[in-house]
């Protein structure tokens, strides 16, 4: 008989699991030594908890499965909240995986160290940021538990948390029988679709939106099918940037209200049936509209529930609603195939010059790049970064769109590498890279080689851009490029245009080692797309006015 060791990483394995992100610590040794052992998953040593978080959340958003995160009880897992909340918020399916005290440690009397207010402190911290939870404290049932957290943790695409006592990892365990997946009621479903077909066959301008869902439950390609045999035009969230990518579904760009552009933003928002898929409703993905958009008269498809106006049909997978529109959908007849919505037009053509960078010059190097050599999938921390992405060529991209944590870009990025072995263009801000960018350190051992970009304004400028007068938004000049080499990567420092060009063909031209281009930007200097977004944030922020 295996151990509970053995049968938990075959489960996770067998629920889609590629790798295990985790940084050791006593309580957790044990469980590691089995990791390295069975080779049942590959094992990435990072650097800090919040590293190890970030990229397991973006291997499972990257790979569209489940991501592992293994750490010590405490300071190890309390260390990683801040990840794992912002998984929570963006619904990745994440599991954490935590060593804790051994049962027979636990009553001696004695407070033990990474303890906080109790033993079961840290449990019940997690019982807040994960949807489903078990301690493998009993080897007869260590199964259940294991087979009912994973099948949460697939079903409703967010993180769920196993704790392991380390006298545990040891105890013979029986194998765990997979849970079936949460399947809808059939009539439910087919009125469902139906009532939504019929809604946009009578709309004069219906729409389509799609948010993280839809990667989330590895539905992309059946979603991008339901556009074309609906054809209407089809947008993505803020959040849901990258969605697509590569199929011919009738994209025309991403939704952003004010701070996109005005094409999308009058085809959503003057939408009479507007068919959202997978979108989270939060401020920024709706926050940012220039009009109220009226989500009663919308269909909003989302946390496996189905929303109609004033009514609701619950337990709606969103596999199994899109599954049923497509075999509802009737083909688009010849005059209907007719109708294309205009594609979203990025900026390309860098002129190498002696002119200072700006923003949008990043945007159309990395176009031009892109164009040249093929798509790079993009990790993108909080701040400028993120919106310059926005006028970039549509590609895979993970970032923290709606949670904005910042520190989330470089350990992303590293993640990407390890779930897809693609070589992955991370895009980060000085401050962010202050928090978490030295994981590059680790790119050597695991064989990455990412393109990072660092946005260098030595300045928190997207907190600068809410309250300008603060000198706390003011940075020291890091001189990140010198860093490079003593990581064991190579470092650019682009002043101007030209600069930045015959650092991207360096970087391009190596794929054995990281590259770290630092993009030197003058204080002030943002793209257009945080620009608007800022302004129209401010204004919607703004008390009213009295007479």
Request: hydrophobic share 45%.
């Amino acid at each position: 008989m295996a151990s509970i060791s053995e049968v938990l990483l075959s489960a996770l394995k067998d629920h889609g699991a590629r790798e295990i992100f985790g940084i050791p610590g006593d309580f957790a040794l044990p469980f590691f030594r089995y990791i390295e052992s069975t080779g049942i998953l590959p094992l990435y040593c990072l650097s800090h908890e919040p590293g190890v978080g970030f990229a397991a959340d973006a291997a499972a958003r990257i790979h569209k499965g489940i991501g592992v995160a293994c750490v010590t009880y405490g300071a190890g897992a309390l260390n990683m909240v801040n990840p794992v909340a912002g998984a929570y918020s963006e619904k990745t399916p994440l599991v954490v995986i935590s060593g804790a005290p051994g049962k027979g440690e636990k009553g001696r009397g004695l407070l033990l160290h990474h303890q906080a207010k109790t033993i079961e402190s840290q449990f019940k911290v997690y019982q807040e940021i994960t949807c489903a939870q078990a301690v493998l404290d009993d080897a007869r049932t260590a199964p259940r538990e294991i087979a009912r957290v994973l099948r949460a943790c697939i079903d409703e695409s967010r993180p769920v948390y196993i704790e392991i006592p380390r006298d545990m990892v040891a105890e013979p365990c029986e194998p765990v029988e997979p849970l079936p997946r949460r399947r809808a009621e059939p009539d439910a479903v087919a009125a469902c679709a139906a009532e939504i077909l019929e809604k946009l066959k009578t709309a004069s301008a219906p729409a389509l939106l799609i948010g993280v869902e839809v990667r989330r439950h590895d539905i992309e390609d059946e979603v991008a099918r339901l556009a074309r045999r609906l054809n209407i035009p089809v947008a993505t969230t803020f959040m849901g940037r990258g969605l697509l990518a590569g199929t011919d579904a009738p994209l025309v760009g991403v939704y952003m209200g004010l701070a996109g552009k005005p094409d999308v933003r009058d085809i959503i928002e003057d939408a009479d049936a507007l068919l959202a898929l997978g979108v989270i409703l939060s401020d920024t993905n709706f926050g940012v509209s220039g009009r109220n958009i009226d989500l009663r008269r919308a269909v909003i498809a989302a946390d496996g529930e189905v929303g109609l106006g004033y009514h609701k049909y619950p337990g709606i997978p969103l596999a199994d609603l899109v599954e049923e529109l497509l075999r509802q959908a009737e083909e688009p007849g010849a005059a209907a195939a007719a109708r294309k919505p205009s594609p979203q037009i990025c900026p390309e053509g860098l002129e190498a010059d002696d002119t200072p960078v700006g923003p949008m010059d990043i945007a159309r190097a990395v176009n031009d790049l892109f164009k040249a050599h093929g798509p790079m999938p993009i990790a993108a921390d909080m701040g400028d970064c993120l919106f310059t992405a926005m006028d970039m060529h549509n590609t895979a991209l993970v970032a923290p769109g709606y949670y904005a944590t910042m520190g989330f870009g470089v350990p992303a990025g590293l993640g990407v590498a390890a779930a897809t072995g693609e070589r992955p263009l991370i895009l980060v801000g000085d401050g962010a890279f202050q928090m978490t960018g030295w994981e590059l350190g680790n790119c050597n051992a695991n064989g990455w080689a990412p393109i990072v970009i660092v946005f260098n304004n030595a300045s928190w400028e997207m907190l600068r851009t809410f309250q300008p007068e603060g000198s706390y938004n003011n940075l020291a000049e890091w001189r990140f490029a010198d860093l490079a080499q003593a990581l064991n990567g190579r470092g650019h420092r682009a002043t101007t245009r030209a600069e930045l060009k015959k650092a991207l063909d360096a970087a391009v031209a190596d794929a054995e080692r990281f590259h770290l281009i630092e993009v030197m930007l003058e204080r002030g200097a943002i793209s257009d797309t945080l620009s608007r977004f800022v302004a129209t944030i401010k204004g919607s922020n703004a008390p009213p006015r009295t007479e």
